[in-house]
């Protein structure tokens, strides 16, 4: 008994100072001190310095009316909204942009990529020079070639190009037909649900009979039957309630139907393409990364350039190609900020409006900071689960 | 991403702005580096754009030298810090510049919640409209604007404006908003746009730039008050006094008829009030008590002219603008220029 109380005395027994753990703790202490008391220095300075300075300050202008229209929005909103409103258009436009991008970046850089590993010198060398010129150029210059060099040489909206299915193009956008759904087309909403529920069911036997019985069922037809075919037939049980809006012109430019408009097209592109270029070489990198005594083994077992790809390379590519492909729908989000170059009311066009007719600086810049950080770290979130699924499982 | 950059700049000056720095007055300020730096378009005709030998020119530029003059005796004295309708404010209140001379709409909101002072009104202006006759061949009014595109640039009361002046009329439009004049421009001029909507002086000034000047008409509707004029930081009554009767010296100039040619004839020879106004009465302290030289008033019509002369030269007949006096001649000929006096 007497042992260990000894025992237990013995690390305390020294001065204090010398306890590595007090003094790493202490130190710790008196650094977090220090930076709290700084920022609480700074925050102060800061208030007090703008009351010295008369300029209005703290969040209550959110709730003012913003007086200011905005072009593009996908929720209502008029002058008479708050710039609240105001900026949470910003940000779901930015959202827009940036998910559009995202998609359309990872189709065309996973294209590319396998492009410049392909065979065929000449898809090969195309796929380089794309990837060469895209990645060397800045984006902003990228937007500017779509909005000023291709967008705008289009021609005005009396000589509009007429495409099919009542689809106009112009310097002022693209036109399409706009669905006008009638009575009774919530049926087609609920077969398409149950379309693609059915499918994944049917996905499902498929794999576990084969994985019992090594049969295989054609998945993929009999989903796009189910997927296609279930709303065709609701379409028609519930009586065509599908009609068009077709656009039509007017004194200025065409009215009615579904408007896609060059600032949005130009972003969308230019990020699309711009990121696309790193994606592929993401790509290619990861692709190299898989050893080829993998691809030499699955040859030697009989399987086809195709699935060998398919099923033995790019899974485990995939796991090379997650992490940084991250990073690039990071960047991809971000430079959507550049959209207010060119007039795309994106969150920093519109914050930075509210910051101008508020003269509030620091607020919306806040604000901004704030956002692209939320969107950044859920996209991260995201990728993480995908990163964690595609992982290597050890069993 | 230059206006995050501001903001941050704003918040780390107004962070760390120790409270020792207040003390220190503009004018201080301005004399111990030599120059005043000077908040300026980015490129408006008339207002200021620099020239092809990248000196800038216009009215707005004028006035910056023409405190430059007061304060130094020397209207070069000025550096010109161009900016965006959206940068301006934040400029001015963190400090980066002393003096905003950009076209700038004198409004309650500015002068209360922005903490800026307005000095006076250089340019008495109204917010039009412009489209290109050549394409649209029947619109002679902004009435018939229903359902145009209309390219404006952001954060500017033109834009709110805008917003208002249709929706009072019932009518639909779809705003093209471009941060700075030059991308407004090229976006109006490439047919994005229908209309062009800024102060009618802008327009004007504008339709020069165009690549067919005389497609375009200036339709007749004037849709607001635009009162432009130079604005400082609120907190320092001398040098807002600095700028305000700068801004007086150059009207009262032109209605005694003291010209940037006469002006050192006058000094010997004009009467009782031109000498007064010159500084050359006996032991004058017009000039010392604002914080100036006694001959403030001739550094400034030296440097710059008198206010007509500057209008001229920049914006009236003597410019390819050619805009007519209207309401910025002196009150004594029908305009609303009218300086209180200088005794």
């Known amino acids: 008994m007497a042992s260990q109380e000894v025992l237990r005395e013995e690390p305390t027994r020294g001065s204090l100072i010398n306890d590595p753990r007090v003094r790493s703790i202490f130190i710790q202490v008196v650094a977090a001190l220090a930076l709290i008391l700084f920022i609480w220095w700074i925050v102060g300075n800061t208030i007090d310095n703008l009351q010295r300075l008369r300029i209005a300050s703290g969040f209550a202008f959110l709730k003012g009316r913003a007086g200011f229209d905005i072009a593009d929005s996908a929720i209502a909103y008029s002058s008479d909204s708050t710039y609240g409103r105001a900026i949470l258009v910003g940000l779901i436009n930015t959202a827009i942009v940036a998910l559009a991008g995202i998609v359309t970046a990872t189709i065309i850089g996973f294209m590319v990529g396998i492009g410049r590993l392909s065979n065929n010198w000449l898809i090969r060398k195309i796929c380089t020079v794309y990837v060469e010129v895209f990645r060397n150029i800045p984006p902003l210059l990228v937007i500017f070639f779509w909005y000023f060099g291709v967008l705008s040489v289009l021609p005005l909206p009396r000589d509009s190009i007429e495409l099919p299915f009542g689809s106009y193009v112009n310097s002022r956008g693209f036109y399409f037909p706009r669905a006008v759904w009638g009575e009774g087309a919530w049926l087609i909403l609920l077969a398409f649900l149950l379309g693609i529920a059915m499918s994944w069911f049917v996905a499902r036997k498929a794999r576990q009979r084969q994985m019992a019985t090594g049969q295989q069922f054609p998945v993929f037809w009999t989903s796009v039957a189910l997927i296609v075919g279930l709303p065709l037939l609701a379409y028609v049980a519930s009586g065509f309630p599908l009609s068009f809006d077709l656009p039509k012109k007017s004194t200025f430019n065409l009215t009615g139907g579904f408007q896609v408009k060059p600032e949005f097209l130009s972003l969308y592109l230019a990020l699309s393409f711009y990121t696309a270029a790193f994606i592929a070489e993401i790509v290619r990198a990861g692709v190299r990364g898989v050893s080829r005594g993998q691809t030499e083994a699955a040859g030697a077992l009989g399987l086809r350039s195709g699935p060998i790809l398919r099923l033995v390379v790019v899974p485990q590519a995939m796991r090379i190609v997650i992490p940084p492909l991250t990073s690039q729908y990071l960047n991809l989000t971000k430079n959507s900020s550049l959209a207010i170059a060119i007039g795309y009311p994106d969150l920093t066009a519109i914050a930075g409006t509210v910051l101008n007719q508020t003269g509030q600086a620091i607020e919306p810049v806040l604000i901004m900071m704030a956002v692209y950080l939320g969107l950044s770290l859920l996209t991260s979130a995201i990728m993480n689960v995908v990163n964690a699924k595609m992982a290597l499982v050890e069993r | 991403m230059k206006h995050i950059a501001i903001g941050i700049l704003a918040a780390a000056t107004m962070g760390l702005m120790a409270s020792a720095a207040s003390a220190a007055s503009t004018l201080e300020a301005v004399k111990a580096k030599g120059f005043i730096q000077c908040g300026v378009n980015t490129g408006l005709s008339g207002f200021s754009s620099p020239d092809d030998k990248g000196e800038w020119k216009g009215l707005d530029a004028d006035f910056c030298r023409a405190v430059a003059a007061a304060v130094f005796g020397d ?269």
């Open chain 2, 75 to 343: 209207g070069t004295k000025v550096k010109f810090t161009p900016l965006s309708a959206k940068e301006r404010f934040t400029a001015l209140q963190s400090g980066e510049i002393d003096l905003l001379s950009r076209n700038t709409t004198w409004t309650i909101n500015r002068d209360t919640a922005l903490g800026l002072n307005f000095a006076g009104v250089t340019y008495y202006d109204g917010q039009g409209f412009m489209v290109n006759a050549k394409k649209l061949p029947g619109v002679n009014s902004a009435l018939q604007l229903s359902g145009a595109a209309v390219c404006v640039q952001s954060g500017t009361t033109t834009e709110l404006n805008l917003a208002d002046y249709f929706k009072a009329n019932k009518m639909e439009y779809n705003p093209v908003v471009f941060e700075k004049v030059e991308e407004a421009n090229a976006a109006y001029d490439s047919g994005r746009c229908d209309a062009y909507t800024t102060d009618q002086s802008g327009l004007y000034g504008i339709r020069l730039t165009l690549s067919a000047p005389g497609d375009h008409v200036v339709l007749p509707e004037i849709i607001s008050k635009e009162p432009l004029g130079p604005a400082v930081r609120q907190g320092d009554d001398q040098w807002y006094h600095i700028v305000k009767w700068t801004y007086f010296a150059l009207l009262q100039a032109e209605e005694l008829g003291i010209t940037q040619a006469n002006v050192d004839e006058l000094k010997a020879s004009g009467g009782p009030e031109v000498k007064r106004v010159l500084g050359q009465e006996a032991d004058t302290k017009l000039g010392t008590d604002l914080g100036v030289s006694n001959d403030w008033v001739v550094n400034i019509v030296k440097s710059v002219g008198n206010y007509g002369e500057m209008f001229e030269r920049n914006v009236g007949a003597g410019s390819p603008l050619k805009i007519a006096r209207g309401l910025n001649g002196l009150w004594t000929k029908g305009g609303l220029q009218y300086a209180p006096p200088i005794r």
